[in-house]
């Protein structure tokens, strides 16, 4: 990729699937990696693996949710490379499959605070320092195609990457005049740890009616936030890219339409019956 070398990122939620991916394409394109995870030791390891070839790399442990933690890996960015050119916030959690009436404020607030503020922050850090400073660089933000429709679960999780949306839109246009680009990705169905061992089973079933008929690999996301980190998509501000194996674009009420291929009667029982019940006095 063109103008990565000898750069540097930070790279948020650097510990899980997707971030572990992303730290270890992005030291492979010569790009100094500042790796931030909640669990210093998590991010320490993804560093340790990286190989012998790559360019060096430092592990932070940081609460990207708080201004502290933002701060703090910014600094030690500066003071390790002496520069900080791209961010790829990348940060999330899942937060649990609740019906909506039982979805609590601690459980919304926590994911809001992670998903949504968490950019936020990343994002306006970055603006800060670009200010201060005089440079430029470009941005990613951890979107989904949950941020696209709506579902019936993962509320709170839906609702933060509709959110993150209106942050990568806003902030391209805020950066364009200083020629800071943002951009978004919004993985498919990825099977990562953030929905635990279950999800990955249910997510695998799914991921079989997309246009590809298979899930994807954190790597095939890496490799798209890699270009838009890169001198490659200099033209390329504002967008959404959708990484998911066509299953956005799919009619799901017809023939080969993904989830309307299914007996939607298991999903909707329970709220069916949920409701009746309610009606009998």
């Known amino acids: 990729m063109n103008g990565l070398s000898g750069t540097v990122a930070v790279v948020t939620g650097a510990g899980g699937g997707l971030g572990a991916a992303a730290v270890a394409r992005l030291a492979s394109e010569g790009v100094h990696v500042v790796a931030v995870d909640l669990n210093e030791e998590t991010a320490a390891k993804v560093v340790a693996a990286l190989p012998e070839n790559a360019a060096a790399s430092v592990a932070v442990g940081a609460d990207v949710s708080t201004s502290e ?3 703090r890996y910014v600094d030690v960015a500066l003071d390790r490379f002496g520069a900080l050119d791209h961010h790829f916030l990348n940060a999330g959690i899942a937060g649990s499959l609740a019906d909506l009436t039982d979805v609590t404020v601690d459980e919304w607030d926590r994911v809001m605070a992670v998903n949504l503020r968490g950019p936020f922050l990343g994002v306006q850090a970055a603006f800060r320092h ?3 400073t005089g440079t430029t660089g470009a941005i990613v933000v951890t979107a989904s195609i949950a941020g696209l429709r709506g ?3 993962l509320l709170a999780y839906t609702t933060s990457k509709h959110g993150t949306l209106g ?3 806003g902030a391209a246009v805020y950066g364009g005049p200083i020629g800071v680009r943002v951009n978004g990705v919004a993985p498919g ?3 990562t ?3 635990g061992d279950a999800g990955r089973a249910d997510m695998e079933r799914r ?3 997309s246009p590809l008929r298979r899930a994807g690999r954190p790597e095939e996301i890496a490799g798209t936030v890699a270009f838009l980190l890169s001198d490659d998509a200099s033209y390329i501000t504002g967008e959404i890219v959708s990484i998911d194996g066509g299953a956005n674009i799919q ?3 017809r023939h080969g339409g993904g989830a309307g291929l299914w007996n939607p009667a298991p999903v909707d029982e329970a709220l069916v019956e949920r409701h009746r019940a309610g009606g009998i006095h």
Request: no cysteine; net charge neutral; hydrophobic share 40%.
């Open 130 to 132: 670009y200010l201060t």
């Open 251 to 253: 009619n799901t009420n």
């Open 207 to 209: 991921a079989r009616t």
């Open 69 to 71: 933690g933002v701060a």
């Open 193 to 195: 740890s953030i929905f």
């Open 167 to 169: 942050l990568i839109h």
């Open 151 to 153: 579902s019936n679960d």
């Open 189 to 191: 169905i990825v099977p």
